[in-house]
């Protein structure tokens, strides 16, 4: 037997005692899968590929017919006040990628190769890829930030892949606000929100074209007040990547 074939006998023998011994599991719903099933099992896979299809307002982030959209805009949102400039998502918010992005600000930090994958893949397919200059993670509130260890936006705009744009964490959250989801209402959120951002002063977003990251969007209050804050400092356009819209409904 020549060298060639016994590395490879000896590496497959291995790969199987590997296996036996700690046998790979499903990274979001923990089943056994084989290995070669690229960390998430058939279930999680099929789950997460109908997340992620379908057509989505580049406004808004609600799922839209591209023979809806007139202007930009979708029917939903052609009447609101919509601060930032265009929206990217990787899916809607359900079945597995809700339970990854939930799971992932609750420290399963592991789940971030599959959420690059696919926040990469929403950011290159975006109209405004090309036009972004800065990313800007949602920021949290120190003492929240200071709770949970990190902060997953940042953690997300870490693995974006850009050939030019930087990473800024110069908008920062001056009030600690309440769990939006304990809001009843898009009013409500908005108000919760307002004011709670600020740029640190001395720095300057003048003619800045800044895409913001973050986890999920339900009704973009979040997102609109922090794009406002960014405008008011000087920025010319202000995007937004997310990895699920939720509150198709709201």
């Given at each position: 037997m020549?060298?060639?074939?016994l590395?490879?006998g000896?590496?497959?023998?291995?790969?199987?005692?590997n296996?036996?011994?700690?046998?790979?599991?499903?990274?979001?719903c923990?089943?056994?899968?084989?290995?070669?099933?690229?960390?998430?099992?058939?279930?999680?896979?099929?789950?997460?590929?109908?997340?992620?299809a379908?057509?989505?307002?580049?406004?808004?982030?609600?799922?839209?017919?591209?023979?809806?959209?007139?202007?930009?805009a979708?029917?939903n949102?052609?009447d609101?006040?919509?601060?930032?400039?265009?929206?990217?998502?990787?899916?809607?918010?359900g079945?597995?990628?809700?339970?990854?992005?939930?799971?992932?600000?609750?420290?399963?930090?592991?789940?971030d190769?599959t959420l690059?994958?696919?926040?990469?893949?929403?950011?290159?397919g975006?109209?405004?890829?090309?036009?972004v200059?800065?990313?800007?993670p949602?920021?949290?509130?120190?003492?929240?930030?200071?709770?949970?260890?990190?902060?997953?936006?940042?953690?997300l705009?870490?693995?974006?892949k850009?050939?030019?744009?930087?990473i800024?964490?110069?908008?920062?959250?001056?009030?600690?606000?309440?769990?939006?989801?304990?809001?009843?209402?898009?009013?409500a959120?908005?108000?919760?929100?307002?004011?709670?951002?600020a740029?640190?002063r001395?720095?300057?977003?003048?003619?800045?074209?800044?895409?913001?990251?973050?986890?999920?969007?339900?009704?973009?209050a979040?997102?609109?007040?922090?794009?406002?804050?960014?405008?008011?400092a000087?920025?010319?356009?202000?995007?937004?990547?997310?990895?699920?819209?939720a509150?198709?409904?709201?």
């Amino acid at each position: 037997m020549d060298k060639v074939k016994l590395k490879q006998g000896v590496a497959f023998v291995l790969q199987g005692l590997n296996h036996l011994l700690w046998p790979a599991v499903c990274v979001n719903c923990k089943q056994s899968i084989c290995g070669t099933d690229n960390a998430l099992c058939r279930k999680c896979w099929d789950e997460l590929l109908f997340c992620t299809a379908g057509d989505y307002c580049p406004r808004c982030g609600r799922d839209a017919s591209k023979f809806a959209i007139v202007n930009g805009a979708c029917p939903n949102c052609q009447d609101k006040q919509i601060h930032f400039d265009g929206v990217a998502r990787s899916g809607v918010y359900g079945d597995a990628l809700r339970q990854m992005i939930l799971s992932f600000k609750k420290g399963r930090t592991e789940l971030d190769l599959t959420l690059e994958f696919l926040a990469n893949s929403a950011l290159q397919g975006s109209l405004f890829c090309n036009d972004v200059e800065i990313f800007v993670p949602v920021p949290l509130h120190w003492t929240r930030r200071l709770i949970r260890g990190y902060n997953q936006s940042l953690v997300l705009a870490k693995k974006l892949k850009h050939p030019a744009a930087k990473i800024s964490t110069e908008l920062v959250r001056i009030r600690r606000t309440k769990f939006q989801p304990a809001m009843a209402s898009p009013a409500a959120r908005a108000r919760n929100v307002a004011g709670a951002f600020a740029v640190r002063r001395g720095h300057n977003f003048a003619d800045r074209k800044i895409c913001l990251v973050d986890d999920i969007k339900t009704t973009g209050a979040t997102l609109n007040e922090c794009a406002k804050t960014l405008k008011d400092a000087g920025a010319s356009k202000v995007f937004a990547l997310v990895l699920a819209v939720a509150g198709q409904n709201v």
